[in-house]
Nanobody, 119 residues
Framework: QVQLVESGGGSVQAGGSLRLSCVAS????????MGWYRQAPGKQRELVAS???????NYIDSVKGRFTISRDNPKNTVYLQMNTLKPEDTAVYYC?????????????WGQGTQVTVSS
């Protein structure tokens, strides 16, 4: 099982930066993939960025070139560096970890951290 604790959210002006952190209760190397989701009010939760155990990274198109997902294995931590933030980035951001047990995917979620970008 995995517990995830997030931090780093806050309020920033458009064009500013924030760095989100997600600390896992187990070594992230044992996790198949981790990602950051976000959910704005009244909208579907969407996957923003993901990183696999092997280091493969994906981003949604709207954040490419602005966001960077990374990991620090000794600290069991995954980061989301968010640069050139836009008001449309405003959402609650959730850390996600996925593991496969007996062929079934198990997802674990952080508590969420609010990111607010003002214009």
């Amino acid at each position: 099982q995995v517990q995830l604790v997030e931090s780093g959210g806050g309020s920033v002006q458009a064009g500013g930066s924030l760095r989100l952190s997600c600390v896992a209760s187990r070594t992230i190397y044992s996790i198949n993939d981790m990602g950051w989701y976000r959910q704005a009010p009244g909208k579907q939760r969407e996957l923003v960025a993901s990183i696999t155990k092997g280091g493969r990274i994906n981003y949604i198109d709207s954040v490419k070139g602005r966001f960077t997902i990374s990991r620090d294995n000794p600290k069991n931590t995954v980061y989301l560096q968010m640069n050139t933030l836009k008001p449309e980035d405003t959402a609650v951001y959730y850390c996600n970890a996925g593991r496969y047990i007996g062929g079934s995917r198990h997802d674990y979620w952080g508590q969420g951290t609010q990111v607010t970008v003002s214009s």
